[in-house]
């Protein structure tokens, strides 16, 4: 199943990889893969901007606006005037401002 | 019940959960033991869980704990404090030595709870700490669930305690494989899934965390039901009233059932057109079939009206699913709420305006 993918926010300069992998490990869609010892996006498209490849490149080769996917996360940060915020855990005062670039 | 000690010190009252098999003894003091087997109300909890049932106070005190006799080299597998990630974990440990270092995530599940953060570096390192765990064990490597990842910074844990992450498989079914590997997963291993299974389990929790709002809107139609240019008759309760509420409640149910069933059969990418696409062959089929005797324009309102319920369900949807992206989602409801904003005013007014035209325009 593909999402929307014309508007992911994921960016990754090569020029900043030094080929540690981490990026393609902890990927949930294999948006990275690793080519002659580099990460190269194999498929930017699949990318759901959960953040995690970004949080873990050493480099800060990786850029993207992590947030969740969540429509009622969207409607209840649109309500409140506020970034989208996840109120999964039924606390939403314990939610940080996720979506926030 | 357990309580959240604050400090990840093996504390008495852990030992007194049903999980825990008594504890063992260790440098850093006693570490609870727990059962690798599930027993009934562990399963009892899990599925009142996904029907919402306690699902947010589902939790395990966070802490260190033991599955049979590990040692100093026996692998630390980290897991959040939602009891359902807890219980998968261990369940997939029996027959092995591993200690499990449960972080406090508010009771939330792992993935959830890296998305906000509180499954996270800081939180990793508080609890390795608080834990001793460099006198419990030799080695310096903690596994850490893939879906972890977005809150933890793998080199930021080995720089604030000198521990190596080392992500695990997505599934826990996995550990196993990927341990006995020597930590290597497989490619599969790495990739989240969306299967028929993985979308029915959720249908449950979505149904009951919605359903409030389509009894409220139900309610709402059955009593204007009542209204006529002749005044408030129980008559028209009985009959467009009823109607109402079992149209707005059918078109509910069907949209969150079908709509995870169907969700790659569905036209669209975005969650809001598979919807209104449901929405419109539901009552596309329930007109062919005969089954909307309703005045003309109160067939025309439900056209209207069960493809914007049905659209905005399955959109609600996005937040279940394992795919969608926050930039995908926010351009799919930039087109797909002023839609059903204005199909939810259209099919409203003409049904309002229904109750009060003489025989509905023609019957």
């Known amino acids: ?101 | 019940m357990t309580t959240s000690t604050g400090d990840g010190a093996p504390t008495l009252e852990r030992v007194d959960d049903p999980w825990v098999d008594g504890s063992l003894h260790t440098d850093a003091g006693d570490v609870p033991r727990v059962r690798t087997i599930l027993s009934a109300s562990d399963r009892l909890g899990s599925m009142k869980a996904r029907w919402g049932i306690g699902r947010m106070d589902y939790r395990v005190t966070p802490g260190l704990y033991a599955t049979g006799n590990p040692s100093a080299e026996s692998p630390v597998l980290v897991s959040a404090n939602y009891k359902m990630s807890f219980d998968r974990l261990r369940a997939v440990l029996h027959g092995r030595d591993a200690w499990i270092l449960v972080l406090d995530t508010d009771g939330i599940n792992v993935w959830c709870a890296a998305g906000k953060g509180t499954f996270g570096t800081d939180e990793i390192v508080r609890r390795v700490q608080s834990a001793a765990l460099d006198r419990i064990v030799s080695h310096r490597t903690l596994i850490v669930p893939q879906l972890g990842a977005p809150g933890v910074s793998a080199h930021g844990v080995r720089r604030s305690c000198g521990f190596r992450v080392v992500y695990g498989p997505v599934r826990a079914a996995d550990l196993p494989a990927f341990l006995d590997a020597g930590l290597k997963a497989q490619p599969e291993m790495r990739r989240v899934k969306f299967d028929l299974g993985d979308r029915v389990v959720l249908i449950p929790v979505e149904m009951v965390s919605g359903g409030r709002y389509a009894l409220l809107v139900a309610a709402g139609l059955l009593l204007l039901g009542g209204l006529s240019s002749g005044g408030y008759s129980l008559a028209g309760v009985r009959t467009i009233g009823l109607t109402g509420a079992g149209l707005v409640l059918g078109a509910f149910l069907c949209s969150a059932v079908l709509g995870p069933v169907l969700l790659p059969w569905l036209p669209g990418r975005a969650f809001s057109v598979k919807g209104a696409v449901l929405g419109l062959v539901l009552i596309g089929a329930l007109i062919a079939g005969g089954g909307l005797t309703d005045s003309r324009l109160h067939v025309a309102a439900w056209v209207f009206m069960v493809p914007t319920i049905a659209s905005f369900i399955v959109m609600n949807f996005t937040g279940a699913s394992t795919y969608t992206s926050l930039s995908g989602v926010v351009r799919e409801m930039h087109f797909a709420v002023p839609a059903q904003i204005a199909g939810a005013v259209v099919g409203f007014g003409l049904w309002l305006t229904g109750l009060f035209v003489a025989g509905g325009l023609g019957l």
Do not use: W
């Open chain 1, 1 to 101: 199943m593909r999402y929307i993918e014309d508007v992911v926010s994921l960016e990754f300069d090569e020029k900043l990889c030094n080929g540690c992998g981490m990026c393609a490990a902890v990927c949930p869609h294999a948006v990275f893969e690793l080519v002659n010892r580099r990460a190269s996006l194999a498929d930017r498209g699949a990318c759901m901007e959960c953040g995690a490849c970004a949080r873990n490149c050493e480099q800060g080769a990786i850029r993207v606006r992590a947030g969740t996917g969540c429509a009622s996360a969207v409607l209840s940060g649109m309500l409140s005037g506020g970034e989208p915020s996840c109120g999964c855990s039924g606390d939403k005062s314990k939610c940080p401002p996720d979506g926030a670039p």
